[in-house]
């Protein structure tokens, strides 16, 4: 069952920014912490950044400084900024509750994420 839902993807060009947010569905909550994952094309999903409700944040060396992860507690909402996009950037961008050594395994089953494709 699908407990979270992405949306705000979509095409832009390189330099260019977008804005994905994460909702939970139903009686969801967010866990602690919360990831933002992707899968670029022919790559397995990896973990972008992650937040803790306390503020601590990780992030993949490819996207730090670039990406911005974010939770609103009140609105039980997680947002991921990306600036500066890149090409490489370009895949599905999922978020989940995030586990394991790394953040890098997820709780929750994946939802049908977001695209996010970036043209040069």
């Known amino acids: 069952q699908v407990q979270y839902v992405e949306s705000g993807g979509g095409l832009v060009q390189a330099g260019g920014s977008l804005r994905l947010s994460c909702a939970p569905t139903?009686?969801?909550?967010?866990?602690?912490?919360m990831g933002w994952y992707r899968q670029r094309p022919g790559n397995q999903r990896e973990l972008v950044a992650g937040?803790?409700?306390?503020?601590?944040?990780k992030y993949a060396n490819s996207v730090r400084g670039r990406f911005t992860i974010s939770r609103d507690n009140v609105e039980n909402r997680i947002y991921l900024q990306m600036n500066n996009l890149e090409p490489e950037d370009t895949g599905v961008y999922y978020c989940?509750?995030?586990?394991?050594?790394?953040?890098?395994?997820?709780?929750?089953?994946w939802g049908q994420g977001t695209q996010v494709t970036v043209s040069s």
């Open positions: 989940n509750g995030a586990r394991g050594l790394g953040w890098n395994d997820a709780i929750s089953s």
């Open positions: 139903g009686s969801t909550f967010s866990a602690n912490p």
């Open positions: 937040v803790r409700s306390g503020g601590v944040t």
